[in-house]
């Protein structure tokens, strides 16, 4: 049975720092890992998919790298600004053409001005 | 953004009471899945659908069955509610092919009492 875990589980940076959130799975046949951010109360938002051929993904201020065979993923988060404060959520879908995600705890992410 | 509605947002019930909640999509997506997501066990993954008329378990499916009669509904039914389907409920779909972005619906916040 895949398992995900994301370390840390809450941190706490000031504003400008560069940032690394990490994402650990079991097993490392998978098909892609998707890094969603949720806002309280809110739905899930994608910022990044990477497939298991992919060793890295970026958009704007975020890089998503994937090392399938050590079964590790990082999210770099560039000058984070106060408006990046949310959870993390790693996800990850198995060997199959089927999305079924497995998800991480995920990191508590606060940006203090 | 993906076009994930779901409906109701929010809803309050009693225990032994049928529920249904629906998730609406515009995308033309063939695969949709229900998630819930709570405290200390984040989202796990209660059943998905791959067409229409085709439906299967995910990790959490007692007490929970579902319905696809058309490709842009997916409807999720609590037979009899108990206290321990208290939760945040999640519709999320993607279309075929590599690229499985999963988009996910804002979230019905579901209370049993």
């Known amino acids: 049975k895949q398992e995900v875990t994301q370390i840390p589980a809450a941190l706490s940076v000031p504003e400008g720092e560069n940032l690394v959130l990490n994402c650990s799975f079991t097993d490392s046949a998978i098909y892609n890992l998707q890094w969603f951010r949720q806002d309280p109360g809110k739905g899930l938002t994608s910022l990044l998919l990477?497939?298991?051929?992919?060793r890295e993904q970026t958009s704007g201020r975020l890089n998503a790298s994937l090392d399938k065979s050590s079964g590790r993923s990082t999210l770099y988060i560039a000058a984070s600004q106060p408006g990046d404060s949310a959870t993390y959520l790693c996800a990850v879908a198995g060997g199959t053409s089927y999305g079924k995600l497995t998800f991480g705890q995920g990191t508590i992410l606060t940006v203090h001005p | 953004d993906a076009g994930i509605t779901q409906s109701p947002r929010h809803k309050v019930t009693e225990t032994g009471t049928p529920v249904t909640l629906r998730c609406h999509q515009t995308e033309n997506h063939r695969y949709m899945y229900w998630y819930r997501q709570d405290p200390g066990h984040g989202l796990r993954l209660i059943h998905y659908?791959?067409?229409?008329?085709?439906?299967d378990k995910g990790e959490v499916s007692d007490g929970y069955s579902v319905s696809r009669s058309k490709t842009e509904d997916f409807l999720l039914t609590l037979e009899s509610a108990t206290s321990s389907q208290t939760s945040v409920y999640f519709c999320?779909?993607?279309?075929?092919?590599?690229?499985?972005?999963?988009?996910f619906g804002p979230g019905t916040r579901l209370t049993v009492l």
């Open positions: 659908s791959y067409g229409v008329k085709d439906t």
């Open positions: 999320a779909s993607h279309t075929s092919g590599d690229y499985n972005e999963q988009f």
């Open positions: 990477i497939q298991s051929s992919q």
